[in-house]
Every structure is written in C-alpha cells, then in structure tokens.
C-alpha cells in the first residue's frame, strides 16, 4: 500500500509543484479580464483557429512536430492559458509544457467549444 501511495505521489507531485490546473471557461475569462501577464495559446490546428479563436490568443499547434520549438516563443516564467476544441489536445500541451518548464499553465476545459456558448469568438 505504501508502495502504491508513493508512486501516486511521484507521479502527481509535478502537477501540483508547478502550478498546472484546469480551469472552467468561467474562470478563464475571469483570468483573461483580471491578469494582463497572461498569455493565451490555441493548441488546435491554423485552419481550426481561422475559423474562430479567443481574442488575444496565438496559435501554436499541438500536433505539429515542431511543438516543443514552437512554444519556446512563450515566457516560461509568466502564466499561460492553454485551450483547444474540447479540452484533450490542451492537457496533453499543458503536461508537455510542464516538462519543458513553464511555471503556471491552465488548461481551458471544454475548450473553444464551451467558449464559444458564453463569449466571443475573434476571427
């Protein structure tokens, strides 16, 4: 049993150290509203954020290869909001990004889709 709870432990302790969480829109939108050090990121593909995106936001694709170069163009220091379409390819960025050493990542669940029902979508 012991075994079991310290593997848990190892394995979870990165998510809480560094500042990783999901967040509903709601909370999102308050972050967007109330912090200006925030960066956005949409994870989804060109074509999916040409169709409509939060204000604000840049688009680095998850599913590119060149992901991990990409996304040194963020601060890694500053908070970062990360969405997609549903939520999936965001938590996925998130735990990558962590690995790579950002601080402060939120991953926006239910993502442009749930979005989109309460606020504006830019295109």
């Given at each position: 049993m012991?075994?079991?709870?310290l593997l848990f432990v190892f394995a979870f302790a990165p998510i809480f150290c560094f500042g990783q969480k999901n967040i509903s829109v709601d909370e999102a939108k308050k972050m967007i509203d109330e912090n200006e050090k925030l960066q956005?990121?949409?994870?989804r593909t060109?074509?999916?954020?040409?169709?409509?995106?939060?204000?604000?936001?840049i688009n680095i694709d998850w599913k590119s290869p060149d992901f991990?170069?990409?996304i040194?163009?963020?601060?890694?220091?500053k908070p970062?909001?990360?969405?997609?379409r549903s939520g999936r390819r965001s938590l996925s960025a998130m735990n990558k990004m962590m690995e790579l050493g950002f601080k402060e990542t939120y991953n926006m669940e239910g993502g442009i889709l749930v979005w989109g029902q309460k606020y504006e979508v830019e295109k």
């Open positions: 012991k075994k079991k709870l956005i990121v949409d994870v060109a074509q999916e954020f040409e169709a409509g995106h939060i204000k604000g936001a991990a170069k990409n040194e163009q963020i601060k890694k220091k970062v909001l990360i969405y997609c």
